[in-house]
């Protein structure tokens, strides 16, 4: 296994306490206190690749995980854009790990 895979399956622990929260909750938590869902002052930051780019975005939100749970449950592998600090393609790698947290595997992605 290696060192990425341990970061994602970690992070997938993390998210597992919001398996219960209904979507629309994440919906209106996400979008009433999600750092992103007002403008940036100056416009986007600089960054030196897309997860810096994710970090800078995303820092300081309160509602992080919440944004990352809301986005996997909804776009799957086909998640594109910058969601609960983290790129695109590491949440596509996050993906197969989140599902097989919790109860997810069982009922599968709704």
Known sequence: MEADDLWLIGVAWRLDRLRWVPTDVLRDVVTSDGACMTPIDGGPPDARDDREFAKLVCGGCPVQDEC??????TAGVGTVGVWGAMTDDDRRALHPHWLRRGERFDRGVR
């Open 68 to 73: 990352l749970e809301l986005e996997l449950r």
